[in-house]
């Protein structure tokens, strides 16, 4: 039966392997968030990008794709195959 010293620290290695995996998703998670708001940043600032991501989430979560769509091509005058490639990545 292991002692209480390696049972320790078999529990310490273990926590810190869990959060090293959960902060490199986390990082990983960021990172393809910016890299979508990046492409919007192409025709608009960040202030403008970020709401605009919402207000396209929220109508991607209610089901209207399309509006969503529509909305992208009139606020940033972003070509119909691009704004749909980028509604269907958010």
Known sequence: ??????LASGIFVGVFVLGF???SIAFFVKLVQGGRQ???????????ATELVGRV????VRGHEE?????????????PKVARSWVKSV
């Open 21 to 23: 995996v959960s902060m």
């Open 67 to 79: 509006q969503a769509i529509q909305l992208v091509q009139d606020e940033l005058a972003m070509p």
């Open 38 to 48: 990046r492409r919007v940043l192409k025709y608009t600032d960040a202030l403008r």
């Open 1 to 6: 039966m292991p002692d209480i010293g390696e």
């Open 57 to 60: 989430r929220q109508l991607k």
